[in-house]
Every structure is written in structure tokens, then in C-alpha cells.
């Protein structure tokens, strides 16, 4: 009620003046109708039955609020009613007494002068005239001015009905834009998560696909390697053999050492066959090594786990690849380990020598072997550079100097490097592309122990997800921690955050969920800390 009154008192206020003027000029009616005649009383009527429902609740929602509405309009126009009949009579009352007591001085000064009656009938008649002439103006002026009113009742209630028709279509517009909205950004999400989850399968089963054919090929290369170098280890042995026997066929010494040799125990000459032929397999070949100027690199009988594919480094072909498997070199951290000494010797068994230097093989397996990609690495990825027989050609002048630019600064030593077991693995003088990875992101690396592998040039997570069991030795006991590392499993964390996926930890790191993640201002991301 206090909010109708509180936002409706202009139409009230129209209502109770509406219903002053029609009870003003339909006043003087009043006296000669019986109660029946007397629209008040039907409109009393009207009321209370209105007010009997509106009490009962008798209509709900908006309809209820119109009947209230109505029923203080109803209420202010029968006061407003109450009051023009009031006034009205009033002024008829007073009325009456001025025509009586006008009429009486008129009669008086009639019977006075009786002589002039003939002119007293004529004044008469001219101030009746007269007087119907001024009652009929003033009647005419009330039915004016309580048709007026009732118009503007009608007119305020009428733009009452049409604002509010208005405002609920408004309403009801803004309601369907929301929904509308609403459902098609919904759609929007649905259909971009769903076109993601396809794009990753894709991705996922184009790169299953491709590393499936690089492992097939990188074993069947490794294969051929393996037989060709033990065909080639047991003709050198059984020509060595062959010539030695010959040698010595005719002394005294080869009779001495067949006899020893028939006397020993066949498990100790099981032993030392057996011992022998592995020597053969791993252990280069003296008639070999004295061939070229500078050192062998030391080689292993078969690849640990999957060879690398050596052709991502710019300079190996397939025909240097077979020679490298043919020496033992299989893996990216063989050829990033070679000495000068051992680059020297390489150079001059593939017929070219200074060519591993000029080339930069070593930097590139440095960084091949630490989880980063060069130029040439990343097109033989994608398929953009394609390597056949023309790939172990030798670079010429500006190719090269153009390879060394590309390459990055690798990260220089630290003190005590070699107290460690294991192997340091490789790192980076800066990170790739000026920006590093949030290692922090990764369960068990907080804001120190990121400026410590800053320092050892770890930048991103493909450095951590390439670490070796070696590596993973030598960064647990440099960070003093021993075995954390695979407790932790910092390493399959850091294969699933390089390949773009979250792990549970690095969510509660990004939503701030993980105080130990946040930079301390002394160490961490964007304050790197080089150990010296």
C-alpha cells in the first residue's frame, strides 16, 4: 500500500480533484433523486466489493496490483466526490439566503411603491431573465469543468496502461537478448572446445604416427649398424687371427702358449673369449685409431634405448649417419662430449678433415642433446627440409658462418663440476628467444632451486624432459638432493608441461595457489641467479 501510495500520488491526486468537480456540479441534483438514483451509493457498492477481493487475495500477481490501484483511485475520487457535493450545497445554501433576502428588500420596495407595479413586473421579469441567464452560464461552466476533469482521468489512466504495456515489453526483450546471448555463447564454447579436443587428437596421432616411423627407421638403421659392425669386428678378428697363427706357427713360443692354453680351465677360456669379443664390440680398434691424426671417440655396442636421429644435425646425411652408427655413436650426447682431439680424428675417417669444427656438430648436439631444437632440426621435424645423399655434402663458407650465428651461447662451467656422479647435463647461456619457462611450475622447484638451474643454464622444460638417468644423477647431488628428482618426477612433469598440457600442481600454481611458487624477489623468474 505505502508503495502505491508512494509511486501512484499524482493519479490520487487527479482522482480526488476529478471527484471535487463532479460532485461540485452534479450537487444541486442530489436533493430530488432517492438513494437508488444516487450513483454513490453504487459506487460505494463497487468498492467494497473490490475491497473484499483485494483483502482475500482474490486476484493474483499484477492483476491484484491493478485492483489496488484502482481501489485508492476509487477511494480518493469518492472523497474528492464527498467534498464538490459538500462545497456545492454550501454554495447553493448561501445562494438561496441572498435570493431570499434579495426577493424580500424587492418586495418591499414593490409594496412601497405600488404606483409603479407595471414597472416593478417589467423589473421582475428582466431579473428572472437574468437570473436564468447567470445560473444557466454557471451550470454550463461546472458540466465543463467536471467533463475536463473526467477526461484527464481518463487520458492519465489510459498512458498509465500504455507505460506500463511498455515496460513489460521491455522487459520481456531484454530477457530474450539475455537468453539469446547466453545460448550462443554457450554454443560458441562448446563448439571451440570441441574443435580443440579434435585439433589435439590430430596433432597427438600425427606426431604418434611420425615418432612410430622415425623409431622404426632409427632401429632398422641401428640394426644394419650393429650387423655391419660386428661383421666387419669378426673379419678384422679372424684376419688378425689368421696372420698371427701364421706367424707364429713355427716357434717354440706358439707350442708353449697352445699347451698353457690346453692346460687352463675351459671357464677361464670362456671367460676371457668372452671378454675379448666385447672388447671388440665397444673398444676401438688400434689398427684403426692409428689411421688418423688425433683420437677415436669412444663408442657403444648398441644404442641405449632409441637412437637418436643424427641427421637433425646440419652435416650428417644418411651415409655419415651409417659411419657414426659404424663407429659406435648413436646418441647426441656421444657427439657433444667428443674432445677436439676426438673431432680431429672423426674429420679425417669421413675423408674431410676440419669439417666437424667448420660445421659446428658439437655445438649443435649440445643443443639437440639439452631439448632444444636448431633451424635444421626443427624443418627435418616438419617435413620442410627433406635429408638425402646431398645432406653429408660439406658446407660451403657463408652456410656455415650463417649455422654459427643461428646457434646459441652455451652455459660455462661451475666449480666443482666433476665432484658429482654423474653427467652435468647441457645447458644455455640465455634462454631461447630471450623469454624462460616458470620451472616453478614444476612440483619440488621453487623460487631457489629455479636461479640454481638458471645457473647451470636449465631455462625450459624440454631441457628437464631430455635429462638422461646420468644427468638426473648429477643435477640431484649438485642440488644436494639426491633422488629427489625421481620422487618427485621432475622429469615427466616437465614432459607434460613442454607438450603444452597442465599438471594438478602447475593449475594451483597459476591460480595463486601455491605460496612457494611465488618469486621471492631474491632469486627466480625475471632475477636470475648465475652460480659461479
Given at each position: 500500500?505505502?508503495?502505491?501510495?508512494?509511486?501512484?500520488?499524482?493519479?490520487?491526486?487527479?482522482?480526488?480533484?476529478?471527484?471535487?468537480?463532479?460532485?461540485?456540479?452534479?450537487?444541486?441534483?442530489?436533493?430530488?433523486?432517492?438513494?437508488?438514483?444516487?450513483?454513490?451509493?453504487?459506487?460505494?457498492?463497487?468498492?467494497?466489493?473490490?475491497?473484499?477481493?483485494?483483502?482475500?487475495?482474490?486476484?493474483?500477481?499484477?492483476?491484484?496490483?491493478?485492483?489496488?490501484?484502482?481501489?485508492?483511485?476509487?477511494?480518493?475520487?469518492?472523497?474528492?466526490?464527498?467534498?464538490?457535493?459538500?462545497?456545492?450545497?454550501?454554495?447553493?445554501?448561501?445562494?438561496?439566503?441572498?435570493?431570499?433576502?434579495?426577493?424580500?428588500?424587492?418586495?418591499?420596495?414593490?409594496?412601497?411603491?405600488?404606483?409603479?407595479?407595471?414597472?416593478?413586473?417589467?423589473?421582475?421579469?428582466?431579473?428572472?431573465?437574468?437570473?436564468?441567464?447567470?445560473?444557466?452560464?454557471?451550470?454550463?461552466?461546472?458540466?465543463?469543468?467536471?467533463?475536463?476533469?473526467?477526461?484527464?482521468?481518463?487520458?492519465?489512466?489510459?498512458?498509465?496502461?500504455?507505460?506500463?504495456?511498455?515496460?513489460?515489453?521491455?522487459?520481456?526483450?531484454?530477457?530474450?537478448?539475455?537468453?539469446?546471448?547466453?545460448?550462443?555463447?554457450?554454443?560458441?564454447?562448446?563448439l571451440a572446445a570441441a574443435a580443440k579436443a579434435a585439433e589435439d587428437a590430430r596433432l597427438a596421432a600425427a606426431a604418434k604416427a611420425a615418432e612410430e616411423v622415425r623409431n622404426a627407421a632409427a632401429a632398422k638403421a641401428a640394426e644394419d649398424a650393429r650387423r655391419a659392425a660386428a661383421a666387419k669386428a669378426a673379419e678384422d678378428a679372424r684376419r688378425a687371427a689368421a696372420a698371427k697363427a701364421a706367424e707364429d706357427a713355427g716357434n717354440t713360443a706358439a707350442a708353449k702358449a697352445a699347451e698353457e692354453a690346453r692346460q687352463a680351465p675351459?671357464?677361464?677360456?670362456?671367460?676371457?673369449?668372452?671378454?675379448?669379443?666385447?672388447?671388440?664390440?665397444?673398444?676401438?680398434?688400434?689398427?684403426?685409431?692409428?689411421?688418423?691424426?688425433?683420437?677415436?671417440?669412444?663408442?657403444?655396442?648398441?644404442?641405449?634405448?632409441?637412437?637418436?636421429?643424427?641427421?637433425?644435425?646440419?652435416?650428417?646425411?644418411?651415409?655419415?649417419?651409417?659411419?657414426?652408427?659404424?663407429?659406435?655413436?648413436?646418441?647426441?650426447?656421444?657427439?657433444?662430449?667428443?674432445?677436439?682431439?676426438?673431432?680431429?680424428?672423426?674429420?679425417?675417417?669421413?675423408?674431410?678433415?676440419?669439417?666437424?669444427?667448420?660445421?659446428?656438430?658439437?655445438?649443435?648436439?649440445?643443443?639437440?642433446?639439452?631439448?632444444?631444437?636448431?633451424?635444421?632440426?626443427?624443418?627435418?621435424?616438419?617435413?620442410?627440409?627433406?635429408?638425402?645423399?646431398?645432406?653429408?655434402?660439406?658446407?660451403?663458407?657463408?652456410?656455415?658462418?650463417?649455422?654459427?650465428?643461428?646457434?646459441?651461447?652455451?652455459?660455462?662451467?661451475?666449480?666443482?663440476?666433476?665432484?658429482?656422479?654423474?653427467?652435468?647435463?647441457?645447458?644455455?647461456?640465455?634462454?631461447?628467444?630471450?623469454?624462460?619457462?616458470?620451472?616453478?611450475?614444476?612440483?619440488?622447484?621453487?623460487?631457489?632451486?629455479?636461479?640454481?638451474?638458471?645457473?647451470?643454464?636449465?631455462?625450459?622444460?624440454?631441457?628437464?624432459?631430455?635429462?638422461?638417468?646420468?644427468?638426473?644423477?648429477?643435477?640431484?647431488?649438485?642440488?644436494?638432493?639426491?633422488?629427489?628428482?625421481?620422487?618427485?618426477?621432475?622429469?615427466?612433469?616437465?614432459?607434460?608441461?613442454?607438450?603444452?598440457?597442465?599438471?594438478?600442481?602447475?593449475?594451483?600454481?597459476?591460480?595463486?595457489?601455491?605460496?612457494?611458487?611465488?618469486?621471492?624477489?631474491?632469486?627466480?623468474?625475471?632475477?636470475?641467479?648465475?652460480?659461479?
Amino acid at each position: 500500500m505505502y508503495y502505491l501510495l508512494a509511486t501512484y500520488w499524482m493519479w490520487f491526486v487527479v482522482a480526488l480533484l476529478a471527484g471535487g468537480a463532479i460532485g461540485y456540479w452534479s450537487s444541486w441534483r442530489r436533493a430530488s433523486e432517492g438513494w437508488l438514483g444516487r450513483w454513490p451509493w453504487w459506487a460505494v457498492i463497487a468498492f467494497v466489493v473490490g475491497l473484499v477481493v483485494a483483502v482475500l487475495h482474490g486476484l493474483p500477481g499484477r492483476a491484484g496490483l491493478y485492483l489496488e490501484t484502482l481501489l485508492l483511485l476509487s477511494f480518493w475520487y469518492a472523497i474528492g466526490g464527498l467534498l464538490g457535493i459538500w462545497l456545492g450545497r454550501a454554495r447553493s445554501q448561501d445562494a438561496l439566503v441572498t435570493a431570499n433576502a434579495a426577493e424580500d428588500t424587492r418586495l418591499a420596495v414593490a409594496a412601497k411603491g405600488a404606483e409603479d407595479a407595471p414597472n416593478a413586473a417589467t423589473a421582475k421579469a428582466a431579473e428572472d431573465a437574468r437570473l436564468a441567464t447567470a445560473a444557466k452560464a454557471a451550470e454550463d461552466a461546472r458540466n465543463a469543468a467536471g467533463a475536463r476533469a473526467a477526461e484527464q482521468a481518463r487520458l492519465a489512466v489510459a498512458a498509465k496502461a500504455v507505460e506500463d504495456a511498455r515496460r513489460a515489453a521491455a522487459a520481456k526483450a531484454a530477457e530474450d537478448a539475455r537468453n539469446a546471448a547466453a545460448a550462443k555463447a554457450a554454443e560458441d564454447t562448446r563448439l571451440a572446445a570441441a574443435a580443440k579436443a579434435a585439433e589435439d587428437a590430430r596433432l597427438a596421432a600425427a606426431a604418434k604416427a611420425a615418432e612410430e616411423v622415425r623409431n622404426a627407421a632409427a632401429a632398422k638403421a641401428a640394426e644394419d649398424a650393429r650387423r655391419a659392425a660386428a661383421a666387419k669386428a669378426a673379419e678384422d678378428a679372424r684376419r688378425a687371427a689368421a696372420a698371427k697363427a701364421a706367424e707364429d706357427a713355427g716357434n717354440t713360443a706358439a707350442a708353449k702358449a697352445a699347451e698353457e692354453a690346453r692346460q687352463a680351465p675351459a671357464a677361464k677360456v670362456t671367460e676371457a673369449v668372452g671378454a675379448a669379443a666385447a672388447a671388440a664390440t665397444v673398444a676401438p680398434s688400434p689398427a684403426i685409431s692409428t689411421q688418423h691424426p688425433g683420437t677415436r671417440p669412444q663408442g657403444i655396442a648398441a644404442p641405449e634405448g632409441i637412437a637418436d636421429d643424427l641427421k637433425h644435425i646440419k652435416g650428417i646425411g644418411p651415409k655419415n649417419e651409417k659411419i657414426s652408427n659404424a663407429l659406435g655413436i648413436y646418441h647426441f650426447r656421444q657427439i657433444a662430449n667428443w674432445t677436439p682431439e676426438e673431432a680431429i680424428w672423426v674429420g679425417h675417417h669421413v675423408a674431410f678433415p676440419g669439417r666437424i669444427e667448420r660445421e659446428h656438430w658439437i655445438p649443435q648436439a649440445k643443443l639437440l642433446a639439452s631439448g632444444g631444437d636448431t633451424d635444421h632440426s626443427a624443418g627435418v621435424k616438419s617435413g620442410a627440409i627433406l635429408v638425402d645423399d646431398s645432406a653429408d655434402a660439406p658446407l660451403d663458407a657463408a652456410a656455415a658462418d650463417a649455422l654459427a650465428k643461428s646457434l646459441p651461447e652455451q652455459a660455462g662451467a661451475v666449480d666443482g663440476e666433476a665432484r658429482h656422479a654423474g653427467r652435468r647435463p647441457y645447458g644455455l647461456a640465455a634462454p631461447l628467444g630471450g623469454q624462460p619457462d616458470d620451472l616453478k611450475r614444476i612440483r619440488g622447484i621453487g623460487p631457489q632451486n629455479e636461479g640454481r638451474l638458471h645457473g647451470l643454464g636449465i631455462w625450459h622444460f624440454t631441457q628437464i624432459r631430455a635429462w638422461s638417468e646420468e644427468n638426473v644423477k648429477w643435477v640431484g647431488s649438485y642440488l644436494a638432493f639426491s633422488g629427489r628428482i625421481d620422487r618427485e618426477k621432475w622429469v615427466d612433469q616437465a614432459r607434460e608441461l613442454a607438450a603444452g598440457h597442465e599438471t594438478e600442481f602447475s593449475r594451483r600454481v597459476a591460480a595463486g595457489k601455491v605460496a612457494s611458487s611465488k618469486d621471492d624477489g631474491s632469486h627466480g623468474q625475471g632475477n636470475v641467479r648465475i652460480v659461479k
